[in-house]
């Protein structure tokens, strides 16, 4: 059984709209994070959660706003989408600063 | 300039020949090194964690960390087609960070 869930697995939009990536883990962390991978680019940090509560937040837009609603779920809300946030979209996990361990992602692409 | 660089870009190596990979820091305050691989459409896996200086080895891997260098390196021995997969190094400055800094990573195909 996958240990991360990452829901959905693509999703198309278009410029403007507002879309939530899904990211539930079953492992029993206590932290979680987003990470970013686009074409030529290293994969990138975007945030960290621990207990719910966030600890670093490397995305300078405000359209980015992660959510945590239960303490295994970490969901990322995008607003006003662009072009350039066409990429595959990474949840990851860990216990305290341990290894992290990766979800499937969500492969998004705007139109 | 990134600072965690990762070289070859690409390597081709016959079934059962010896992979190796080098990653390297220009910042000195990353003490934490990882690697993992990725493949085609999955998400990364972590393969291994080292962070003191030396030699680590885990079944057909061997991670080798040279703090003074900021260099790290990993090697397969005996590759198979399955370790054919893109492989990241990836830095974190300290025990108590969570955020991960990545190289672009190096493309390994295993012939068979």
């Known amino acids: 059984d996958p240990k991360i869930i990452q829901k959905p697995k693509y999703l198309v939009a278009v410029t403007g709209s507002e879309k939530i990536l899904i990211c539930e883990q079953y492992?029993?962390?206590?932290?979680m994070y987003w990470y970013r991978q686009s074409a030529k680019k290293p994969l990138e940090f975007m945030f960290s959660?621990?207990?719910?509560?966030?600890?670093d937040n490397q995305t300078a837009s405000s359209r980015f706003q992660p959510q945590s609603s239960k303490k295994n779920h970490l969901d990322l809300q995008i607003t006003a989408l662009k072009p350039d946030d066409s990429a595959t979209y990474f949840c990851?996990?860990?216990?305290?600063?341990?290894?992290?361990?990766f979800g499937p992602g969500t492969r998004l692409l705007v139109l | 300039q990134q600072k965690v660089q990762q070289s070859p870009e690409s390597l081709s190596v016959p079934e059962g020949g010896m992979a190796s990979f080098n990653c390297t820091s220009s910042?000195?305050?990353?003490?934490y090194f990882w690697w993992y691989r990725q493949h085609s459409g999955e998400g990364p896996k972590a393969l291994m964690?080292?962070?003191?200086?030396g030699d680590k080895k885990e079944g057909r891997f061997t991670a080798h960390l040279n703090k003074a260098s900021l260099h790290v390196s990993l090697h397969i021995r005996d590759s198979q087609p399955s370790d054919s997969a893109l492989y990241f190094c990836?830095?974190?400055?300290?025990?108590?960070?969570?955020?991960?800094?990545f190289g672009l990573g190096t493309t390994l195909q295993v012939q068979p």
């Open positions: 990851a996990s860990s216990q305290e600063a341990d290894t992290q361990y």
């Open positions: 492992l029993g962390h206590n932290a």
């Open positions: 959660y621990s207990y719910q509560k966030l600890m």
């Open positions: 910042d000195r305050n990353f003490q």
């Open positions: 964690s080292i962070f003191s200086d």
């Open positions: 990836a830095a974190a400055l300290t025990g108590n960070t969570r955020k991960l800094i």
